[in-house]
T-cell receptor
Framework: DAKTTQPNSMESNEEEPVHLPCNHS???????IHWYRQLPSQGPEYVIH???SNVNNRMASLAIAEDRKSSTLILHRATLRDAAVYYC???????????FGQGTRLTINP | DTGVSQNPRHKITKRGQNVTFRCDPI?????LYWYRQTLGQGPEFLTY????????KSRLLSDRFSAERPKGSFSTLEIQRTEQGDSAMYLC?????????????FGQGTRLTVV
């Protein structure tokens, strides 16, 4: 499975945008970029995924570099409820399982 | 639908005992996954089912671990002769094969403590 690299932790302030980076220099052409997050004492929850184009949904935006070797998850206006561990995962189009790394622990300051 | 349900939420057992966890997936989902998560780490894949067929097992799934999904509905994960190293959160997830790269929905997990 192709690897991703994320910062161990990040901190931001409430109501400000947050940009969570992910490097995946060994990404293959058929790998989708998935983001999940895990709130304290909860199972992971899906946030967003994309292949080549930038993606938006009600939770976040995903910006994918042109060479696909990196991506950024954007929370447009962070709330205290966004404090979680965020996982960036590469998933081949034919793969079933998700391979989690250690993720980025995001702290939101009031 | 209340999402993926796991029972029990917590289990404390003595080393050497057998334990069984249950997962009820979202009703229309045909894929079911088990993961294990230790403190400070991301979840690690254990196994997955498509309907009642167990299609992949991780090397992490030793002989003491067995998972079943009779009739392609709920699933059970049994650990025999538990060891202290089995202490972890056991997460179940389900998904549907209807589209490309569909999202997985996770339960809240069963936290196992082996004493």
């Amino acid at each position: 499975d192709a690897k991703t690299t994320q910062p161990n932790s990040m901190e931001s302030n409430e109501e400000e945008p947050v940009h969570l980076p992910c490097n995946h220099s060994t990404i293959s052409g058929t790998d989708y970029i998935h983001w999940y997050r895990q709130l304290p004492s909860q199972g992971p929850e899906y946030v967003i995924h994309g292949l080549t184009s930038n993606v938006n949904n009600r939770m976040a935006s995903l910006a994918i570099a042109e060479d696909r070797k990196s991506s950024t998850l954007i929370l447009h206006r962070a709330t205290l409820r966004d404090a979680a561990v965020y996982y960036c995962i590469l998933r081949d189009q034919g793969a079933q399982k998700l391979v989690f790394g250690q993720g980025t622990r995001l702290t939101i300051n009031p | 639908d209340t999402g993926v349900s796991q029972n029990p939420r917590h289990k404390i057992t003595k080393r050497g005992q057998n334990v069984t966890f249950r997962c009820d997936p979202i009703s229309e989902h045909n894929r079911l996954y088990w993961y294990r998560q230790t403190l400070g780490q991301g979840p690690e894949f254990l196994t997955y089912f498509q309907n009642e067929a167990q299609l992949e097992k991780s090397r992490l799934l030793s002989d003491r671990f067995s998972a079943e999904r009779p009739k392609g509905s709920f699933s059970t994960l049994e650990i025999q002769r538990t060891e202290q190293g089995d202490s972890a959160m056991y997460l179940c997830a389900s998904s549907w094969t209807g589209g490309m790269n569909t999202e997985a929905f996770f339960g809240q997990g069963t936290r196992l403590t082996v004493v």
